[in-house]
């Protein structure tokens, strides 16, 4: 692969979140009088739009909107997001895929100002040609943010690659045309992902080595 352009995912991909949200989604959880998830359920469970995903943990949209029930882990999500730390060798990365001319942008079903506020607080804004999030916090899907970006970019199809940690991030690929590169780093487990015969690799760190 050699890419002239990266589009990033970043809850999982890029920032290391996934204990965070199983950890707020366990409260909630509580809340609702319904059983915990433990991290290897969470990865077996977790999907796009993330309304399916709730449903199956058990909440019953019918006594509680999802819109509420999605609100309420959101708001226990950002009081701790700052414990979440980068995942290992992303600057690293980062280096080796810039000094290769390798430009890059983040694509995230994450709220917009959310995304931005992480990418401050980890220093990696002007790592970025565009972070590209939603204008809402429900995580229904990225892939017509994907369009629109891909409408924007200088870049043919085969120049740019996605590199994400869920299925999502492969059907969105799919659907951009473009090439896809996933790592089991926390939302959906590696047996998961293998399943979708995607090309996986296990850290960040091999990222560099694949596009060289």
């Not at 943990?57 to 999605?70: I, K, M, Q, S």
């Not at 708001?75 to 990365?93: K, S």
């Not at 080796?96 to 401050?120: C, F, H, I, K, P």
């Amino acid at each position: 692969m050699s890419p002239r352009h990266v589009i990033w995912d970043w809850n999982g991909t890029l920032l290391d979140d996934a204990w965070l949200c199983v950890e707020v989604m366990n409260e909630l959880l509580g809340q609702h009088a319904l059983p915990p998830v433990d991290a290897r359920r969470y990865e077996a469970l977790f999907r796009f739009p993330v309304v399916d995903y709730y449903r199956e943990l058990g909440f019953d949209f019918e006594r509680t909107p999802f819109e509420a029930v999605g609100t309420a882990f959101i708001n226990g999500y950002q009081a701790r997001q700052h414990e979440c730390r980068l995942q290992p060798h992303v600057h690293e990365t980062f280096d080796a895929l810039e000094n290769r001319g390798v430009t890059m942008s983040v694509l995230s079903a994450s709220q917009q100002s959310r995304l931005e506020a992480q990418a401050r607080h980890h220093d990696v804004t002007e790592r970025f040609v565009r972070l590209l999030g939603l204008d809402h916090h429900y995580a229904d899907g990225k892939l017509e943010l994907g369009r629109r970006w891909m409408s924007e970019l200088n870049h043919a199809a085969d120049e740019v690659l996605l590199i994400g940690d869920t299925d999502h991030d492969l059907h969105v690929a799919q659907a951009l045309g473009i090439r896809c590169v996933l790592v089991p780093s926390g939302h959906q487990s590696r047996e998961r992902l293998a399943q979708t015969g995607a090309t996986l690799v296990d850290s960040l760190e091999q990222v560099a080595q694949l596009v060289d």
